[in-house]
């Protein structure tokens, strides 16, 4: 994942590839292993995590972003293929979370109302598998999907735009980097 968030042209290859490898490779490739089981046994749950950011591109984590929206497309269309075997696939879209990837920024550690800890989003998630195809996992991060889906993607695109700059300097200026 991104120690920050940065210009593609300056993110390492090897970053882009774990993302990809992550995000797009392992959900399909996992997938595709379990199904077979799944089909035999007449019933099954796959679980895909996604995240906000496949709510529009992103710019400083375009790679994250996109890949995160493959989960989603990807998720959808064989939660159709599947539903007909008894087989619940769910993508769980979470919003900021304290966790080590966004350890680059203070603000988002801080956690509180809108961003939980791992624990408190994980208790809450889990009630939802077999109720919904499609969770943020968390009431908080409900509603803030439901009112960012109210807007236009552009505006959506240009208020990410100011968030991930502002996480980015936020960085640069902690860690005595130039800007």
């Known amino acids: 994942m991104y120690d920050y968030p940065d210009e593609l042209s300056h993110i390492p290859e090897d970053t882009i590839w774990d993302m990809i490898n992550i995000n797009v490779a392992a959900v399909t490739i996992m997938s595709r292993m379990l199904i077979p089981e799944l089909k ?32 989603r497309c990807f998720s959808q269309a064989i939660e ?3 539903a007909e075997h008894n087989i619940t696939v769910q993508c769980v879209t979470p919003l900021f979370l304290v966790t080590k990837m966004n350890q680059y920024s203070d603000t988002v550690m801080k956690g509180g109302f809108l961003i939980p800890d791992v624990k408190s989003f994980t208790r809450s998630a889990v009630f939802t598998l077999g109720k919904s195809t499609e969770t943020t996992g968390y ?21 990410a735009h100011v968030m991930t700059r502002q996480l980015r300097l936020e960085y640069l200026t ?5 800007v």
């Open 80 to 82: 159709r293929e599947l």
């Open 174 to 178: 902690t860690h005595g980097k130039k």
């Open 139 to 159: 009431w908080t991060h409900g509603l803030q999907y439901f009112f960012m889906k109210l807007s236009p993607e552009w505006l959506r695109i240009r208020i």
């Open 40 to 71: 035999k046994q007449k019933r099954g749950a796959i679980v895909n995590i996604s995240s906000g950011s496949e709510l529009q591109p992103i710019p400083y984590m375009a790679v994250y972003a996109a890949t995160k929206r493959y989960v």
